[in-house]
């Protein structure tokens, strides 16, 4: 008897130490009620297990790996690793609520802090006009419109699924004052005269490329958040600071240059 309630009482921490071990392991991100495993970082680890720990440890109700982010939509790939398959979520970040499909749509809840940052520099400048050139389901576009109603700001994207959750964001944010414009920002750009006292370029692989399409939407004194990948801080003209938003790879990171127009 005794012997038998000292084995039953021993068995919890026993399989505590188990999960610490694996989700210590382990990288991942919460979006919504979704954890989102890298599949690298579980390689040689049993998957079934990784998604039962997390499962049973976390509040969500599904696992998903995640493979490359590619193509100009940048969507990750993702595989089932347990509970449902569900990929649709809500997710709230920095007083907002962001509706999305992370099989369908990019979104980066690491992000968070910097798009908080963004908006108080915007504060600190005092933009009216802002033009989110990438704008995903809204992270940027939304904040900056909810934390001043009477700013302005034109989101673009292409994704017309991303485009779908931002409009829908929009409204479960009750902001009106964001313009949702879908279609290539090249094609947008062309019909429509914005001109914007910020710029947000948050596509880092290729934004270095749409900066002259940027200078035509800005006056001097526009300032310029531009998002891009760099081993070392990157030189750009009329750049003013730039900062290191997170690692990308092994000796390579993003950065956030800000360049004065
Ligand atoms: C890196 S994601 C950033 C999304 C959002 N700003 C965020 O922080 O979650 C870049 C977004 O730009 C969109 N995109 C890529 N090329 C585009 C283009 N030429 N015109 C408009 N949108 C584009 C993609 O579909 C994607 O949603």
Redesign the pocket.
Known sequence: MDGDFVWKSFQPIKKRKTHLDIIGRISFDIVGDIALVDLKAISGLDRKEVADTLLSTLPIRSVFGVGEVSG???VAQLVHLGGSRNTLTLHKENKCVFELDVAR????PR?ATERARVERRISQEGARVIL??????G??SILIAKMDKTRVVHA????PV?CHFLRRNVELNKVSNVIVHEG???DILATQKIEADAIIM???HTAINFLPLALKCSHPGTLIFLYTISADEPDIQGMERARKVKSYAPGVSIWCVEVRV
């Open positions: 100009e939509f940048r749509v990019y979104f980066n992000l989110d050139m990438f704008a995903g389901a992270p940027f673009i994207e292409k994704n991303a290539d920002v090249r948050n596509l880092p």
